[in-house]
């Protein structure tokens, strides 16, 4: 079975679920530089179809760090719509 984004485009835009996740060692925060664009980020992903945002931010993590973190809890809920120039991801 494919496993299939949770990423859907509409007349009225584009919607993508993606987890991102807060990861904490010695008081420094950890987190992603694309050479494509200007800006940090923090480590995480696209949801795909029938995955819990616990389970795609673990698996997230682990793709982009080789390590298996555990989820102490959810820390906030982010509504961004925006176009992306750099990405030319447009909502």
Request: hydrophobic content about 35%; charged content about 35%.
């Amino acid at each position: 079975m494919e496993e299939l984004d949770l990423t859907f485009k509409t007349s009225e835009g584009k919607f993508n679920y993606r987890v991102g996740a807060i990861i904490i060692r010695d008081k420094k925060i950890l987190m992603v530089k694309n050479d494509n664009a200007p800006y940090y980020y923090s480590v995480g992903g696209r949801v795909k179809l029938n995955e819990t945002s616990e389970e795609a931010v673990v698996r997230e993590t682990f793709e982009e760090t080789g390590i298996k973190f555990e989820i102490d809890r959810l820390a906030f809920i982010h509504e961004h719509f925006f176009e992306e120039e750099i990405t030319r991801e447009y909502y």
